[in-house]
């Protein structure tokens, strides 16, 4: 690994990544992009502008047309099994119960069934969803389903979670608990995994959270700016000066 500028080693690089559609269109960079070990990244950018893209390349769900991905020095090939997603959908499987759901990944890497079932109940407990373990994703809300999709991603154990607009599709007072949960979970000597990629379209929620946050550009998805945060001591209270000046300057960004 090499050294970057806030002195944290680089955990994965992007160089001169791009994606085109159809061969003709460019959808996305190329761009450079660097990831920080132990940091909360954050890509921020209007809808359309290729932040899903850029994720999923990330997490080898996708190959760039052109460029490529590094982890610890080591070129990506197929799925990156050092990151793990938490979808806006969801994603969990209707006729499994939650620690089925959660424990899946596990078994999918080999890991035996009793120590999968406690790494699952531990990451499980971690998100506030204990004694739901057998309960199945229709008798959950829409915000204990992501809950289950935020267990199922740390449970891997990944260097790397990546989150594609994880609170989008639930409501304001549930999005609100789950960042600041993601959070505490983020600083916890419990969870394993110590950086974060997040993708979002909301500017507030990227200065609420992130250390560093990527702004990006439509037509193609470019890098406008990558703001640093880790001078903008948590918490963050929306509405205070040193919040609203970052939020401010990231709208002009954007303009
Ligand atoms: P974001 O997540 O920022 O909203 P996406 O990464 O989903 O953006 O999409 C970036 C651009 O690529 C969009 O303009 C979208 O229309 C286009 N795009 C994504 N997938 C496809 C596809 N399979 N075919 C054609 N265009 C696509
Ligand atoms: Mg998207």
Redesign the pocket.
């Known amino acids: 690994m090499s050294g970057s500028a806030d002195g944290r080693e680089v955990l994965l690089r992007a160089q001169q990544v791009e994606?085109f559609?159809?061969r003709r269109?460019r959808?996305?960079g190329p761009l450079d992009l660097d990831v920080h070990d132990g940091e909360f990244l954050t890509l921020v950018?209007?809808?359309?502008?290729?932040?899903?893209?850029?994720?999923?390349i990330v997490a080898g769900l996708l190959e760039p047309t052109a460029g490529s991905i590094e982890i610890g020095g080591v070129p990506l090939v197929g799925v990156n099994r050092d990151a793990a997603m938490v979808f806006q959908s969801f994603a969990l499987f209707p006729w499994m119960s939650v620690v089925e759901n959660v424990a899946l990944g596990l078994e999918a890497r080999g890991m035996p069934p009793l120590e999968r079932l406690k790494r699952a109940e531990k990451y499980i407990d971690l998100v506030g969803l204990s004694g739901y373990e057998r309960a199945f994703p229709k008798e959950l809300s829409r915000g204990m389903k992501q809950l289950v999709g935020l267990a199922r991603a740390l449970a891997l154990e990944p260097e790397l979670l990546c989150m594609?607009?994880p609170f989008s599709a639930l409501d304001v007072l549930t999005a609100r608990a789950m960042r600041d949960l993601v959070l505490d979970l983020w600083q916890s000597p419990a969870v394993k995994t110590k950086s974060i990629l997040l993708?979002t379209?909301s500017i507030e929620e990227a200065v609420a959270l992130s250390d560093r946050v990527v702004v990006?550009r439509?037509?193609p998805?470019r890098i406008a700016e990558v703001v640093d945060l880790t001078g903008l001591a948590r918490p963050r209270r929306p509405g205070s000066a040193e919040v609203s000046e970052v939020v401010d300057r990231m709208y002009g960004l954007l303009a």
């Open positions: 994606q559609y159809d269109i959808i996305l950018g209007p809808s359309g502008c290729g932040k899903s893209t850029l994720l999923r594609d607009e993708v379209h990006l439509a037509n998805g």
